[in-house]
């Protein structure tokens, strides 16, 4: 019960967020530059915050349905994941994939160092 | 030569009329000669189509009798190709050559096709005009001022200016069909599962759906023979029979079922497409089919909730582009994340950017439940429509697109116009229902479609509904003026 009451809180939370948030500000689109590890200039961020204020105003239509009890769809035919035999199927095939990799070393993919 | 269908260059083959060799060099030769006009091909893959053709044709001399057997055939961009770059429209995998080759590619290559090469498309198959692709835009072949569609416009504008007899497609929201619409062709996106998304570069897990662009119902029955197959390799491809989809094409159509959802006839649709549509319509009356008013009562929220859908899944898919194990990599990057953030922010279009955001926004914290559960939920009562619909009729009808092609430009500052444009197409998407976009008319010299949406797995059923069309009317065979 306790953590049936906490849930439908959570909702009513997130949807009074939705509804005083609804217009992304230039600081909500530098956050998710960075949680998408998108670089997104200065001199767009003001357009790319109208053109998702748009999209979301026409995705805000969403908010008037009632979907009490409707089991969210994640698949057309509601299939599930079908479970194959735990056995070694595919050969190794590291030297071809990384060909085409940007920047190797003994096997290695190269980045950045990390750690100091 | 180059109006024929598969149906009738694979008899002039088997025949020997012609050899594959012959019919590889004749289109090469046609898209060196033309497609500067028209931009459709990224890759050409010359010396690999002679080779695949002179292999058919002596498959062809030792009986193989294959209807696809030595036809050159052209790939969408989004299909991993062995050996040959696959850029999905975009400068993220402008130097990206696979190491494999997606199922449906194999599919082809057993079938005896030859691959002319890779299709122009909108950058990672998002977009309706093919503006967005990092290739430059596709003309379309019918008024070279308009857009040819999208994603799949170098696919339409391909066959359309008959540089290859059939190509490839994706459709997530639309991609094939309203394509296949605006460049009066036969546009055919399967059920989802029935094709294999495996070596297919996902945008939309759920959605992305590989079929094909053809000049007829018949071709598409060849084309889907050989591409539709069970895949192990593909999570959510579904193990079931693949008939023979020629089978039914000449099946009479006297008491077949029609429902014509009104939601499809409002406001937004241009009236003379809406005529050319209604006049269609009388055309399978004609035949016998029994028309019948339905409703879809959901189709308006189509549009938005794929606007999260289809982002939130973006947003997953495509954060595989890291700049470390393959694609585009940014110049000196000072820590990994700058590496991550350059080389994404360098890499990917305005279109898709957007997409990542908005997907990342819709699944970030307080904003889930809202988002994405809602537009979930609001797609199992999208798809409820269309069950509750097929209990009544055999098929839908209505229009594919608002209107016929647009002027570039007109749409591409402005995403939530561009996104309406697939207003039509979208839903069936979310069901994972099959449908195809046919021709059906013209419109200030310009094609129009009609679409026809089925029940799962009822592909023969839409084939024969538009094959049977086809046989009693012209307009899939008007050509696109000046491709000579």
């Given at each position: 019960m306790v953590d049936f009451i906490r849930t439908r809180d959570q909702q009513a939370f997130s949807l009074a967020r939705f509804a005083m948030e609804n217009n992304v500000d230039r600081t909500e689109i530098k956050k998710l530059s960075t949680l998408a590890r998108i670089e997104i200039s200065d001199a767009t961020i003001d357009e790319v915050t109208n053109s998702i204020t748009d999209i979301l105003s026409l995705v805000?239509?969403?908010?008037?349905?009632?979907?009490?009890?409707v089991e969210p769809m994640a698949h057309p035919l509601d299939a599930v994941q079908r479970l194959r035999t735990d056995i070694v199927s595919e050969s190794n095939q590291r030297e071809s994939f990384q060909t085409i990799a940007p920047m190797t070393e003994d096997g290695l993919y190269l980045v950045p160092k990390v750690i100091d | 030569m180059h109006a024929k269908t598969i149906a009738e260059l694979s008899h002039d083959l088997q025949s020997k009329k012609v050899s594959s060799l012959e019919l590889t060099q004749y289109f090469l030769d046609r898209i060196n000669r033309l497609d500067s006009r028209y931009?459709?091909?990224?890759?050409?893959?010359e010396d690999q189509a002679l080779a695949q053709a002179k292999l058919a044709d002596a498959q062809i001399q030792q009986g193989?009798?294959?209807?696809?057997?030595g036809i050159p055939i052209a790939h969408k961009d989004i299909f991993c190709t062995d050996g040959v770059r696959t850029s999905c429209g975009s400068k993220m995998l402008d130097n990206f050559i696979p190491p494999y080759n997606a199922t449906i590619v194999d599919n082809y290559l057993q079938a005896g096709t030859v691959t002319l090469g890779k299709l122009n498309m909108d950058e990672f198959a998002?977009?309706?005009?093919?503006?967005?692709?990092f290739y430059g835009a596709v003309k379309n072949p019918?008024?070279?001022?308009c857009v040819p569609g999208g994603s799949s416009g170098g696919s339409a504008a391909a066959v359309a200016a008959h540089l290859t007899p059939a190509a490839t497609a994706t459709d997530t929201g639309g991609s094939i069909r309203q394509p296949a619409s605006l460049c009066g062709l036969t546009g055919l996106k399967p059920t989802?599962?029935?094709?294999?998304?495996?070596?297919?570069?996902?945008?939309a897990s759920s959605l992305d759906q590989a079929g094909t662009i053809t000049k007829t119902a018949e071709d598409s029955a060849i084309m889907l023979n050989a591409m539709a197959s069970f895949d192990s390799?593909?999570?959510?491809?579904?193990?079931q029979a693949v008939p023979?989809?020629?089978?039914?094409?000449?099946?009479?159509?006297?008491?077949m079922k029609i429902g014509i959802p009104?939601?499809?006839?409002?406001?937004?649709?241009?009236p003379e497409t809406e005529a050319r549509v209604e006049s269609a319509i009388k055309e399978y009356e004609k035949m016998g089919c029994v028309i019948k008013e339905i409703s879809?009562?959901?189709?308006?929220?189509a549009v938005p909730a794929y606007y999260v859908i289809a982002p939130a899944e973006c947003s997953a898919n495509l954060s595989?582009?890291?700049?470390?194990?393959?694609g585009y990599r940014c110049s000196d990057p000072k820590d990994l994340d700058d590496l991550y953030r350059r080389s994404r922010g360098e890499a990917f279009g305005e279109e898709v950017k957007r997409r990542i955001l908005i997907g990342a926004y819709a699944l970030s914290a307080g904003y889930y439940d809202a988002y994405y559960r809602k537009a979930q939920q609001v797609r199992r009562l999208i798809k409820q429509d269309f069950v509750t619909a097929f209990n009544d009729v055999d098929v839908i009808m209505g229009p594919?697109?608002?209107?016929p092609a647009f002027e570039f430009?007109?749409?591409?500052?402005d995403p939530v116009a561009m996104y309406l444009e697939d207003i039509y197409t979208i839903a069936t998407n979310l069901a994972g229902l099959p449908a195809l976009s046919i021709p059906c008319g013209m419109v200030n010299n310009k094609p129009v479609g009609l679409q026809i949406i089925g029940n799962f797995f009822a592909e023969s059923k839409l084939l024969n509904a538009a094959h049977q069309f086809q046989q009693a009317t012209d307009h899939h065979s008007m050509a696109a003026p000046d491709i000579d």
């Open positions: 805000d239509q969403l908010q008037a349905v009632d979907t009490t009890g | 931009n459709s091909f990224i890759t050409v893959t193989n009798s294959s209807p696809l057997c998002m977009g309706s005009s093919n503006e967005t692709s019918w008024d070279i001022n989802y599962g029935r094709v294999s998304r495996w070596g297919m570069i996902a945008f390799k593909d999570s959510t491809s579904i193990d023979d989809y020629r089978a039914d094409l000449n099946n009479s159509l006297a008491g009104k939601e499809y006839f409002s406001e937004g649709l241009n879809l009562p959901h189709t308006h929220l595989r582009f890291d700049g470390v194990r393959y594919t697109a608002t209107s430009g007109s749409k591409s500052n």
